[in-house]
Structure formats: C-alpha cells, structure tokens
C-alpha cells in the first residue's frame, strides 16, 4: 500500500458521512489530494477538510447538489485549476427512499434516480473528457447488491443502482482506449446511517442472508475502492466488485 496515490487529485461525491468520508480519508492517506462535495453536512465537511489536511495532502470542499450539472462541471473545473489534474471520481452520493412499489411516489422515485444514477453521469461527464485528453484517469462508482439481485421496497434504488452498472460498463469500453478505467463495487449491507434508518426486522433478515455473518464495516470497502484508483489496478476496467460478504453471490 504506501503512498501509492501520492501526488494524485482525486474527486469523492458524498464525503461527509460513511463510505464517502471512509474513502476520502484512506485516499488522503495513501498521498493523494481530495477534492469533495456534500449536500446539507457543512460542520461535518468543516471537519473532514481539517481531518485530511493533518495527513499532509490537499482538501477541497464544495457544497454541490450531485443533481445540479451546472454547479458540477464548475466544481470540476476548480479542481483541474487547483489540483493540475483530475486522475479519480469516486460517485459515491447516494440515498434511500425505500417503500413498496405501490406506495411509491414520482417523487420518491425521481429523487432517487437524480441523486444516485443523474449525479455519476454529471460528475462523470464534467470529467471525463480531461482524463481521456490526459490519457489516464479512474472512476469508481459505488453501487449496491440491491442492483445486481433486487430488494423488495427498492424498486427506485434497485434501478438506479442497476443503471450504474450499466453506465459503468458502457463508458468502460469506451474510453478503455484512451486510458481510462471505469469499475464499480456493488456494496452490501455496511454500518452507516443509511443502514441505521433501516427497521430492526429488516435488520436481523438480512443478517441472515449474509453467509460472513455480520455487517460490513466503511474499512472493509475503503482498502478495494483505494485499489482501483491506483495504478496497482491497471488493467482493471468495467469491473463489478462485490463487497458483501457474500450477500449477492
Ligand atoms: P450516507 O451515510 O447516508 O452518506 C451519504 C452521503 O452522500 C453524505 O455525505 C451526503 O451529504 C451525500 N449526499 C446525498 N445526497 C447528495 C446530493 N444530492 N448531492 C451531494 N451529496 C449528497 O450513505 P452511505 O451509506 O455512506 O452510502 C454511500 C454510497 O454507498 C451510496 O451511493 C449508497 O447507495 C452506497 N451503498 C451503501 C450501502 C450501505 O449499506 N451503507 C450499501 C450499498 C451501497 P450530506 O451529509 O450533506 O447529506
């Protein structure tokens, strides 16, 4: 491991809490400056960019709605200009508004579907065309198993999340050439907030579909989401990585 992200400028949607903190912070650690957005958590973000600063690397904080493509490419941009270059895009942003499909509202579907399937094509859009001319880039989008099986009372999630991979894919093999790879890791249950909301019962049932037998934790996922931003993973593109202790398999 090392420093073997050091020197590189690398994006993380959604860092103020979970995953996205847990990814930014293991980023900062291996040497690269981290670039991050937030929606509402502005104390949390406050805290995150001094938490990355004590590891001796850059930390740029934007409260950028993933949904927004305006504020997006402009936050992009701002960090070509501080960073020199944008060599990672780690799309983690992501929400629930789980409830079964009958009760389920346009809103609850379309909020669902800008934030967590909108907000990686936006981000990646307003960069990809800076790794393709650099010829080198990696972009990781966090996915779920709920995109590879299905959950009951996640049709919005379930295809958003299944709509990511097919976005990984198809950008994968078209800018493999150019230099730029483009995985996913689909995620199972990990302790977060988003996990917390979930009722007890729901809980205790999925506990039991996990054949590990207990919940992930962000530092199960931080190690692999490091591995496919650096250049260890090369030859890694159009990966769908499963990180569910064996949940989806
Ligand atoms: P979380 O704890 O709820 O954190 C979500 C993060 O996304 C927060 O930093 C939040 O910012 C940010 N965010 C939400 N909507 C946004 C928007 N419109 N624009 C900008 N930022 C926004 O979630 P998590 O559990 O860490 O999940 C992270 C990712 O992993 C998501 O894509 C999720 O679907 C995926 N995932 C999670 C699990 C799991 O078990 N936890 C499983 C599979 C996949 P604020 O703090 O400002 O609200």
């Given at each position: 491991m090392g420093k073997d992200l050091e020197g590189k400028g690398i994006i993380v949607t959604?860092?103020?809490?979970?995953i996205g903190r847990g990814i930014a912070l293991e980023v900062a650690r291996r040497g690269g400056n981290v670039a991050f957005n937030y929606l509402k958590s502005e104390q949390q973000a406050a805290e995150l960019k001094a938490e990355i600063e004590k590891l001796g690397v850059k930390a740029l904080p934007y409260q950028v709605d993933v949904g927004d493509l305006k504020a997006v490419r402009e936050m992009v941009n701002a960090v070509k200009k501080e960073f020199?270059?944008?060599?990672g895009l780690v799309n983690n942003a992501g929400l629930t508004r789980d409830k079964v499909f009958v009760m389920m509202t346009e809103e609850d579907w379309s909020e669902v579907i800008r934030t967590n399937l909108t907000g990686p094509f936006n981000f990646a859009r307003a960069a990809v065309f800076m790794m393709m001319k650099a010829k080198r880039g990696s972009i990781l989008n966090i996915t779920s198993v709920s995109g590879l099986v299905g959950l009951p009372g996640q049709a919005n999630y379930s295809a958003s999340k299944a709509g990511l991979i097919g976005l990984t894919k198809s950008l994968a093999k078209e800018v493999g050439r150019l230099g730029v790879r483009v995985n996913a890791l689909a995620l199972g249950?990990?302790?977060?907030d988003m996990t917390a909301a979930l009722p007890e019962e729901n809980r205790t049932q999925a506990l039991g579909m996990i054949p590990l037998g207990r919940f992930g934790k962000v530092e199960d996922v931080t190690p692999m989401a490091a591995f496919l931003l650096?250049?260890?993973?090369?030859?890694?593109?159009g990966a769908v990585i499963q990180v569910d202790g064996g949940f989806a398999m």
């Open positions: 959604g860092a103020t809490r979970g020199g270059q944008i060599d249950f990990i302790e977060t650096s250049d260890a993973a090369s030859y890694i593109t």
